[in-house]
């Protein structure tokens, strides 16, 4: 069954045209208050946002229509979307709900659920809302109408439950680190996470106005960063997206760490400290070097489909900890039910405290293989599987890369986008490959 609303990261799209707007919003609360009340008659949900302007149309309409099906709501305000998660399990509530559009710019926004258990939800619940969206409503008198308040303290909560993932005998005294938060959710939370734990930090992307998340920093944008650590002679950068669950870092170089070699980085950790890797999952866009070093250390690796619900999927099927993607999605089931980019980082720092050795050190096992990447954009709804000019152009590529390489082309499930990749041990030939296929991308 196909989802209308629903894509691979909850609902999403630009402000003031559907589904992003006020009416559908109610029609959303009140269409998930429904369902959740087929198990318990008194459901309590909370709401975390990130800094958008439109946060506040959209909280303010997804508070009605939960309360019109009888709901309870917390608010926490502002809050990274990992933060949301693990609220939603430790206060033992019953949905989270995050307003945000992660890393898109600010006239996008959209909207996420976390389970009980803080986790992504499954397919079968989001048919369900869909299903009971076309229902007719069945408002509650106001004896039974759910009740909303402020969640007090939830940032101090969520800081925390992240300095808690850092081990205990070790501390970032002595290390200067610039965090970027895009102008997002944890422009608050994530700076003080760092400080507490003994670090000098340096604050970019913390100043949100609205209307700036993602603009120019964070980490869609890392080149802010970059030059933040060169001015202030910082030993590490940390980029966070708008909601704060995924994570690029730089070091005192200059140089940009992607989510692939951070994830090898802390399966690496692991392995050389003795400690059990079952397997690792990443994407169908993840580095093939990434993979040819997990099989040199004896480490499974699955690939999933692109999005962090699916790689979380493949860990929760097989009992495994640790899985990620390019992006910077990283996931650390002992740590979190979900991605968290402040986390992800203190592992990492964890990782480089507790050998003594630089990330580029530590990062010596794998050299990733060139990759291009080009999104281009299409008319929603556009079938171009059926673009024989694409198939023609993608399987001259292919023969020509042979068994050096490979070509990937997917469609964005959030916005009308295709994304071309193509894999090489040239680079020229990588980037050469890519424009080509994105050329017939749009010629039918």
């Not at 997804?62 to 309870?72: I, V, W």
């Not at 794998?366 to 709804?381: A, E």
């Not at 068994?403 to 980037?431: C, F, K, N, W, Y």
Request: charge should be neutral; aromatic fraction near 6%.
């Amino acid at each position: 069954m196909s989802r209308r609303y629903f894509g691979t990261d909850g609902i999403r799209g630009t402000v003031g045209a559907s589904p992003i707007t006020p009416d559908f919003m109610l029609r959303l609360g009140h269409a998930v208050g429904r369902v959740l009340k087929r198990d318990n008659q008194r459901p309590t949900v909370v709401i975390g946002k990130d800094t958008r302007i439109s946060g506040y149309m959209i909280e303010s309409a997804l508070e009605a229509g939960f309360a019109s099906a009888g709901l309870d709501v917390l608010l926490s305000g502002p809050l990274p979307t990992p933060g949301v998660a693990y609220l939603t399990r430790a206060l033992r509530l019953d949905l989270g709900v995050v307003i945000s559009a992660s890393h898109n710019a600010y006239p996008d926004n959209g909207i996420k659920f976390f389970s009980a258990g803080g986790t992504k939800l499954p397919d079968d619940w989001e048919h369900a809302v869909e299903a009971a969206l076309d229902e007719a409503p069945a408002w509650v008198d106001a004896a039974t109408l759910g009740r909303a308040r402020r969640l007090d303290d939830a940032g101090g909560r969520y800081i925390e439950f992240c300095k808690s993932s850092f081990a205990h005998d070790l501390s970032l005294k002595g290390m200067k680190l610039v965090i970027d938060a895009a102008h997002g959710a944890a422009y608050q939370v994530a700076p003080n996470v760092f400080h507490e734990l003994g670090a000098e930090v340096v604050k970019i992307g913390c100043a949100p106005d609205g209307m700036n998340i993602n603009a120019g920093f964070g980490a869609t944008a890392p080149k802010a960063l970059v030059a933040a650590v060169a001015e202030h002679g910082a030993d590490y950068g940390i980029a966070l997206d708008g909601d704060a669950d995924r994570l690029q870092m730089v070091d005192a170089k200059g140089r940009l760490f992607n989510g692939d070699e951070l994830l090898y980085l802390l399966v690496a950790d692991r392995h050389a400290r003795g400690a059990a890797v079952p397997g690792a999952v990443g994407t169908l866009m993840t580095n093939m070097a990434v993979e040819v070093a997990f099989k040199s250390m004896g480490v499974p690796f699955v690939r999933a489909k692109v999005g962090d619900r699916y790689v979380l999927e493949e860990l929760e099927a097989r009992g495994w900890q640790l899985g990620g993607e390019g992006s910077g999605h990283l996931l650390a089931l002992d740590k979190h039910t979900t991605g968290d980019g402040i986390v992800s980082a203190l592992l990492v720092l964890e990782a480089v405290k507790r050998s003594g050795r630089p990330l580029a050190t530590l990062l010596e096992g794998v050299s990733l293989y060139p990759q291009t990447l080009i999104n281009v954009r299409i008319d929603p709804g556009a079938d171009w599987k059926r673009n024989a000019r694409l198939s023609q152009v993608q399987s001259s590529v292919e023969k020509e890369l042979g068994d050096a390489g490979r070509v990937l082309i997917r469609a964005s499930g959030t916005e009308p986008v295709l994304r071309v990749m193509v894999e090489a041990r040239d680079a020229q030939q990588a980037h050469a490959a890519a424009q080509r296929i994105a050329a017939a991308c749009t010629v039918a």
